[in-house]
């Protein structure tokens, strides 16, 4: 999942200096950063520290596969980085105001709102494909529909057909028929399908707006 917008960030946290959004293998693909900086040394070496603490938890045995957050204080900067999505990650510095230093208090405070963020945007993701996905399966019954009518209409001729009411081939109608029943029943299937999708993508919001958000869990 990608954040619509690093601005965003920086407008709702005015104390973040940099932020970098990178993949596991070290590419980025958004930050703040100049390219002076040597932007994939950076992205490079973002993701060896990840690797290392997978390696380190690997050694004890322990599971790092579900790595939620990591927090690096020093003297002047701070860091976190943050897991987006399966393979996306963000890493934000803090760099330390006068005669302040940045407490527990004020990374919870930081992870939340960037964890609201992240919600924002992927909420307006779930709504543009559930939008879209309801477009679709409003084309399909269009198109299911017609493919009724028609064989509505091809069964009438065929019995006229065979009433001989009417000239015509009555094996090619029935053809017709049959390969318009088997349309009719894809379509059916598709629309079953894209429905089933949509509901999904309705519960995930559900969840999200009933569920405690995860950083606020574990913090």
């Given at each position: 999942m990608?954040?619509?917008?690093?601005?965003?960030?920086?407008?709702?946290?005015p104390?973040?200096?940099?932020?970098?959004?990178?993949?596991n293998?070290?590419?980025?693909?958004?930050?703040?950063?100049?390219?002076?900086?040597?932007?994939?040394?950076?992205?490079?070496?973002?993701?060896?520290?990840?690797?290392h603490?997978?390696?380190?938890?690997?050694?004890?045995?322990?599971?790092?596969?579900?790595?939620?957050?990591?927090?690096?204080?020093?003297?002047?900067?701070?860091?976190?980085?943050?897991?987006?999505?399966?393979?996306?990650?963000?890493?934000?510095?803090?760099?330390?105001?006068?005669?302040?230093?940045?407490?527990?208090?004020?990374?919870?405070?930081?992870?939340?709102?960037?964890?609201?963020?992240?919600?924002?945007?992927?909420?307006?993701?779930?709504?543009k494909d559930?939008?879209?996905?309801?477009?679709?399966?409003?084309?399909?019954?269009?198109?299911?529909?017609?493919?009724?009518?028609?064989?509505?209409?091809?069964?009438?001729?065929?019995?006229?057909?065979?009433k001989?009411?009417?000239?015509?081939?009555?094996?090619?109608?029935?053809?017709?028929?049959?390969d318009?029943?088997?349309?009719?029943?894809?379509?059916?299937?598709?629309?079953?399908?894209?429905?089933?999708?949509?509901?999904?993508?309705?519960?995930?919001?559900?969840?999200?707006?009933?569920?405690?958000?995860?950083?606020?869990?574990?913090?």
């Amino acid at each position: 999942m990608v954040l619509k917008s690093i601005s965003r960030i920086k407008k709702a946290l005015p104390e973040v200096q940099h932020v970098v959004m990178f993949y596991n293998n070290g590419t980025i693909f958004q930050t703040t950063f100049e390219q002076e900086k040597n932007i994939p040394k950076l992205g490079e070496n973002l993701a060896e520290a990840l690797n290392h603490i997978k390696k380190l938890y690997e050694i004890c045995n322990y599971s790092f596969e579900n790595y939620k957050k990591i927090i690096l204080e020093t003297e002047d900067i701070s860091v976190i980085i943050l897991k987006l999505g399966e393979e996306s990650n963000i890493a934000l510095f803090f760099k330390k105001e006068e005669d302040k230093e940045l407490k527990l208090n004020a990374i919870k405070r930081y992870i939340t709102r960037i964890e609201d963020l992240i919600d924002m945007d992927e909420k307006e993701l779930i709504i543009k494909d559930i939008v879209a996905k309801e477009e679709e399966v409003k084309n399909l019954h269009e198109k299911l529909q017609e493919k009724l009518s028609s064989i509505k209409n091809l069964g009438i001729n065929l019995e006229k057909v065979e009433k001989g009411l009417l000239e015509g081939d009555s094996k090619k109608l029935t053809k017709e028929i049959n390969d318009l029943g088997i349309e009719c029943s894809n379509l059916e299937k598709d629309i079953e399908k894209k429905s089933s999708e949509i509901d999904i993508l309705k519960e995930k919001i559900e969840k999200k707006q009933d569920t405690p958000t995860l950083f606020r869990e574990i913090l």
